[in-house]
């Protein structure tokens, strides 16, 4: 009697740009701009055989203490145009933009993922944030949309009052009303969408694409993020990348599933990790610690305190103790960011961890804020990556190399053979569209 | 007899609506096979097509020279995202990217966004110019040697060389910088079809390559001296505007077009700019126009564009290129080096110097 097949991940790449996980000072570190990197990197996770290659979005750069933060990487191109552009040097990998909800219009949108389908032949995604705030509404049609959809804004504030993913899942469905509005056979039939936010009438330029609707990945951990995935979402990109986290999280969505009538393999759970290899395990471990330390340098250190702290900390020594007074609740030092957690709360931890292990400034953000999820050689790594998804706490990972383009060479050229010969990752691909990759039936088409 | 200025050729390779990346490429391959300066696409959010700028970031990759110039409304688009994706163009083309700027006057496409009426040409021209602007701005705010990665000092970029735009316009403002560094061409190629009067002035102020249509050289200058002369009293040189006539041409009857007649030249059809006949009277045409000192070069809209982008290249161009009045080569990598055009000099780090 044979044993029932291993369940089978699914893998993604993360563009390692604009982010502080980058290792930017590494002399092997290329542009995260120029598109070359983005040729390397997707072609690189192709031959991989990986799901999709994915790319964040954000659109205002962040600010710290009033001046643009210039210590991490910035500087990112627009995700569709560069993703329409990679369906000419890949063949099979999914292309996943990730593109904000509430600085876009569904019609638009919708045209220009449909499009993107078509063009690479059905391996489109689309990464449907929520993320809205008055600081990044400042790029956009100030006081236009929002309020003439007869949502009045907060006071002094570009968001619109309630919750922004009540305009997000009301993006998804008037998308997916024009993704159907074409019969199979190929003739446009009008679209007639009235709703709170959005009013759409007329027809959709663009025959229903190659996967009936590109795929729809979720970003957003809050029980109203969670709901959203639950009913909208192909794929729910999360942090929770420890196994217990996972665990619960995975357990959480998917238990969400049956109310929305889905079965829960229609939602695939990818968190975001990172990993580092070594030859051995030693290896790996002294190895991440120098990416901590590169990622921490000891201005970084600085301004993460600043940002916790609320106030200006310029004149302390990185390789010294923490501040002894408390941070300044309220202040807002750092803009569009994903904040921390409660100021206070957050001190009184890094002060424990510090006092604990007696750990200097630096030494403190680097054991704080690290994120690092699978370290070991590849045997080691791919061994952990199978037991997550056997634990139920993954249904695959979307992999943040830590340098540009170059990343992921070694995990495509160590860790990939290993997953294969496990039995838990393909050996090839057997479609040719994302969904085909993902397991996922195209959608019902409801004319 | 002065030196002739260099003729630049460009042709549209929309027609009816193709959702496929191979028939695109197809097309710009050989529009790049005659050296031709720039494709254009057209769009529209009414009519069936695909995304214009996609389609032709599908392309670049698939192409080494030619310029790549979407057309991009501006009437129901965020002015930002319009600057992020035409920088984009520009950087996976490595500097071949154009954008022409285009609006949507029609009630279909307002109840597209329901967000507000049609609205004048007027009032959506005067929009267009200033998305034109803020654009132009926003590839401006990134100084093109603002990324640093100083590890000395642990800072990636020189922020002192990024800068807020604070565009403040009738219909919508920006604070910037931009997400996208300064693209490969400092600013993509602005295109603007500046025939019709509520369009001109924005075509004066903010385009690179103006597109005229008229039905005669004398009219084709006319107007090319007004947008010359709205430019320089915008400030701008005019000669870094490149004014091309805009032709709608149907080489279907190639095989029987009557001998070319240099001397009284090839007439144009009834119906406004339409050139119909032989691809060697057409080139007559070009040739004529070109040397009257009416135009910098032609934008050609072939009716049916797979078969006469063929003749256009292998019958006019390859004629106008064996008379030696168009270039057999690419000289240069860019869409501007293709047109003679300079890089933009960054109007903030001019600021900056002067402090
Ligand atoms: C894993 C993950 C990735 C995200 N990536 C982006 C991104 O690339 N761009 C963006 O604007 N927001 C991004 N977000 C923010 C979410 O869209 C959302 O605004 C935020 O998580 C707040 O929603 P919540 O309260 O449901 O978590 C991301 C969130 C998560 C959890």
Known sequence: ????????????????????????????????????????????????????FFLAEGLRLREHKGRIHDLDVVGRPESLTVLSALAAVTDRIGLAATVNTTFNEPYELARRLATLDHLSAGRAAWNAVTSSDAFTGENFRRGGYLDRAGIPRAPGSARPEGTPYTRAAE???????????????????????????????????????????????????????????????????????????GRAFYADVKGRLAAHGRAPDELKVMPGVTFVLG??????????????????????????????????????????????????????????????GDPLAVAARWRALSEEKGLSIRQTVIEATGRQSFIGSPATVAALLAEY??????????????????????????????????????????GSTLRSHLGLAEPVWKG | MPALRPLHLAAEIGGP??????????????????????????????????????????????????????????THTEPFHVSSAAATL????????????????????????????????????????????????LWDSWEDDAEIRSTATGRFIDRDKL???????????????????????????????????????????????VLVRATTPERTAAIRDD?????????????????????????????????????????????????????????????????AGAVDGFHLTPITPARDLERIVNGTVALLQHRSLFRTFYPGGTLREHLGLARPANRYARAGERV
């Open chain 2, 163 to 209: 800068h807020y735009v604070d565009f403040e316009g009738a219909a919508f403002s920006v604070r910037g910088p931009a997400i996208v560094p300064r693209p490969p061409q400092g600013h993509p190629v602005v295109v603007i079809d500046g025939t019709a009067e509520p369009a001109r002035d924005a075509a004066a102020r903010h385009a690179d390559v």
């Open chain 2, 17 to 74: 609506p193709r959702y496929d990346a191979a028939h695109h490429t197809g097309l710009a391959r050989l529009a790049e096979g005659g050296a031709l300066d720039f494709v254009t696409l057209g769009d529209s959010f009414a009519r069936p097509g695909p995304d214009a700028l996609a389609v032709l970031a599908r392309v670049a990759p698939a192409t080494r020279r030619v310029g790549l110039v979407p057309t991009v409304t501006t």
């Open chain 2, 227 to 291: 947008v010359r002369h709205r430019a320089a009293a915008h400030g701008r040189a005019p000669d870094a505007l490149r004014v091309l006539a805009a032709l709608t041409v149907d080489l279907g009857d190639a095989e029987t077009a009557p001998e070319p007649g240099l001397a009284s030249g090839p007439p144009l059809a009834g119906r406004g700019t339409y050139y119909r006949g032989g691809p060697v009277d057409l080139a007559d045409l070009i040739t004529q126009w070109h040397r």
């Open chain 1, 1 to 52: 009697m044979t044993a029932a097949a291993p369940k089978q991940m699914h893998l993604a790449a993360h563009f390692p740009g604009v982010n502080n996980t980058t290792v930017w000072s590494d002399p092997r570190s290329g542009s995260q701009i120029e598109f070359s990197s983005f040729e390397h990197l997707a072609r690189t996770a192709e031959r991989g055989l990986f799901d999709f």
């Open chain 2, 90 to 137: 520009d950087w996976v083309s490595r500097g071949r990217a154009g954008w022409q700027v285009g609006v949507s006057t029609t009630e279909a496409e307002a109840r597209l966004f329901g967000r507000r009426p049609a609205a004048p040409a007027g009032d959506l021209w005067h929009e267009a110019g200033e998305c034109a602007d803020v654009c132009a701005r």
């Open chain 1, 389 to 430: 998804v056997a634990a139920g706490a993954a249904d695959g990972f979307i992999l943040v190399p830590h340098l540009t383009p170059g990343g992921l060479d070694d995990f495509v050229d160590r860790v990939v053979p290993l997953l294969q010969e496990r039995g838990v990752f393909r050996r090839a691909y057997t």
């Open chain 1, 171 to 245: 993006f998804v469905a008037t998308a997916r009303e024009l993704w159907d509005s074409w019969t199979p056979e190929g003739a446009p039939r009008p679209v007639s969408h009235r709703g709170r936010h959005f009013t759409v009438e007329g027809e959709f330029t663009v025959p229903r694409s190659p996967q009936g609707h590109p795929v729809v990945i979720q970003a957003g951990d809050s029980f109203e993020g969670r709901e959203f995935a639950a009913s909208a979402a192909d794929i729910v990109f999360t942090r929770h990348g420890t196994l217990d986290a």
């Open chain 1, 279 to 340: 030859d051995t395990d030693a290896d790996a471990r002294e190895h991440a610690a120098d990416i901590r330390r590169r990622q921490v340098s000891p201005q970084n250190a600085i301004a993460a305190l600043e940002q916790v702290w609320g106030r200006d900390l310029s004149s302390y020594d990185p390789d010294g103790p923490l501040p002894a007074s408390d941070p300044d609740p309220g202040a807002e030092l750092v803009r569009g960011r994903v904040r921390q």
